[in-house]
């Protein structure tokens, strides 16, 4: 029997196809226009395909040697940042979720409200102390401003509220701390929402240029973002074939992450405990 669809059913997928049509538009022209000969980028009028289908500037892009150790750079930078975040965020929301101190109410608000604090306003005083600190150009850099993560703290709060607590209490009864009961209770039964902020966390930090392009000026020490941005600045010009590649190439990796793990971040979202927030 074919399914009928309602009409409410119908208008939300007819704009969810305009949305996704919106949103896939611009990467399927940096593709195509990546794959154009660089004469034919700016021939008017504008198409989609030119006269033939090269590599040239993957090839140009690729070539310049720097490409795989800015790669490198931010493949460990984000892993570094990640693990980080979600440990520290973990903990400072099971201690939020589970403990009772004075001032936790306070501390708490305070940490939230760090959510509505554009991440631009704290960028001068945090690289003053970078430079204080003589951390400049260096990985530490990047990935310290970078795992204090208020939002995170919050997701896994809500989170540990709806972990019933009699697990926790059966194991204390069996002689188990508190940090055993974290580590080998609580944060295995957290899976789904740890593998969704690790990811939110890892495609973030991933794409993050602002910051890491504030505190890396050496060449050995910047991420695929910045290397790709002065490259572009300084050698390809306005080469748009060769921007559109390098613009595919730094988010290649992320397409790939989220084929791969569309589904932690699907059950992630849905055990997240913000739904009807």
């Known amino acids: 029997m074919t399914k009928r669809f309602s009409p409410g059913q119908l208008v939300l997928m ?25 004469s034919e980028t700016t021939k008017i009028p504008l198409q989609w395909f030119g006269s033939e289908l090269t590599l040239d500037s993957y090839r140009l892009v690729l070539g310049t040697g720097g490409i795989v150790k800015w790669a490198i750079n931010s493949t460990v930078t984000s892993l570094v940042v990640t693990f980080l975040t979600v440990l520290f965020s973990a903990m400072a929301a099971y201690g939020f979720a589970r ?13 939230l409200a760090g959510i509505m604090v554009p991440p631009q306003v704290l960028m001068a005083p945090l690289f003053a102390e970078m430079v204080a600190l003589g951390l400049v150009d260096t990985w530490w850099s990047i990935i310290l401003p970078q795992v204090a993560a208020p939002l995170i703290v919050y997701i896994l709060y809500k989170f540990f ?11 204390f009864v069996d002689g188990a701390g508190r940090w055993r009961v974290f580590f080998t209770i609580v944060l ?9 902020v ?3 966390t890892f495609i973030g930090s991933w794409n993050n240029f602002l910051w890491p392009f504030l505190v890396s000026t050496d060449p050995n020490t910047m991420t695929l973002p910045v290397g790709l941005a002065n490259v572009v600045q300084g050698t390809f010009g306005l080469r748009y074939a060769q921007i559109m ?10 397409l790939v992450i989220f084929v791969l793990f569309q ?14 927030q």
């Open 14 to 38: 007819v704009v969810a196809l305009a949305f996704a049509v919106i949103w896939l538009a611009p990467i399927a022209w940096a593709v195509a226009t990546s794959l154009k000969p660089e």
């Open 99 to 111: 403990t009772q101190f004075k001032g936790q109410r306070g501390l708490l608000a305070v940490i």
């Open 161 to 171: 509220q709806d972990v019933p607590p009699e697990l926790e209490q059966a194991a």
């Open 188 to 196: 295995p039964l957290s899976r789904p929402v740890l593998a969704a």
């Open 198 to 200: 690790s990811i939110y």
């Open 245 to 254: 590649a390098s613009v595919v190439l730094a988010g290649l990796p992320l």
């Open 263 to 276: 589904r932690q971040i699907v059950r992630g979202v849905a055990h997240t405990g913000l739904a009807g």
